[in-house]
């Protein structure tokens, strides 16, 4: 069984940007551009193209400079979840926001990656994989022999029922989180609202092989740091994108 394409989405854009340093001293990095585009709207196009009506979008570091970039966008409804007083990270960014999430299954996306070929394709694909009678959160991965930027040994091992669990102790697995993910916000509603990561939840997830991925289909590219910028920069000139 599985879902419409959400209706919501909770865009994560407002962390510090730390590793990428200098040129966030002064720019937030959901706006540092590649290729003329800002990172966030490498994110939000293809959510808006997939059906997607309304982006809660949080905000902390240069937040001015975040809510001013999004007021140009017409094809998606912006609501602003303001963390300026706080520094909540990914878990706490949604325990914030629950109030705003409603009931039904959201997106929930990161601003520092994309795929490609771009286009609205995985996020449908995600759509049509989930099935809450079976799992609470649908995580989009990618191959790690598909990627760029992702310098890592791998995140997740994916089973035949299509769970997951984590790579562990193993020294590497073949899936890498592509920063996408469906939820159902409920997970969310005995969350304090203090600094955590998502890891949390999805622990006891993966315990009940309630949390599962589904394969990109494309080539996922990562933007951590400016070489991952500048790497992803060379790509995209070498391949049209």
């Given amino acids: 069984m599985s879902v419409p394409v ?3 989405a909770m865009v994560l854009a407002a962390g510090l940007g730390t590793r990428m340093r200098p040129l966030t001293d002064d720019c937030p990095k959901p706006l540092i551009e590649l290729r003329s585009k800002a990172l966030i709207d490498r994110m939000l196009d293809p959510l808006a193209a997939a059906g997607v009506k309304r982006a809660i979008v949080n905000v902390h570091y240069l937040a001015d400079q975040v809510e001013a970039h999004l007021k140009n966008r017409s094809d998606i409804e912006i609501v602003i979840s303001d963390e300026r007083g706080d520094v909540l990270e990914t878990g706490g960014a ?12 959201i997106l929930v ?8 070929p771009a286009g609205p394709e995985p996020v449908q694909a995600l759509a049509e ?13 990618a191959d790690t022999g598909r990627t760029l930027g992702f310098g890592g040994a791998g995140d997740f091992f994916r089973h035949e029922d299509g769970s997951m669990t984590r790579r562990g102790d193993a020294p590497k697995a073949p899936y890498a989180f592509c920063g996408l993910r469906i939820i159902r916000p409920q997970l969310y509603d005995n969350e304090p609202v203090e600094r955590f990561s998502a890891l949390r939840v999805w622990t006891p997830l993966i315990e009940k092989k309630r949390l599962h991925g589904v394969l990109l289909d494309r080539f996922w590219l990562h933007v951590g740091d400016p070489q991952a910028l500048k790497d992803a920069e060379m790509w995209l000139a070498c391949h049209g994108g």
């Fill in 129 to 141: 994989a989930f099935d809450p009678e079976a799992m609470d959160a649908l995580l989009l991965v």
């Fill in 94 to 105: 949604l325990a914030k926001a629950r109030p705003l999430l409603g009931d039904d299954p």
């Fill in 6 to 8: 959400p209706h919501t």
């Fill in 109 to 116: 996306a990161n601003t520092d990656a994309f795929w490609e």
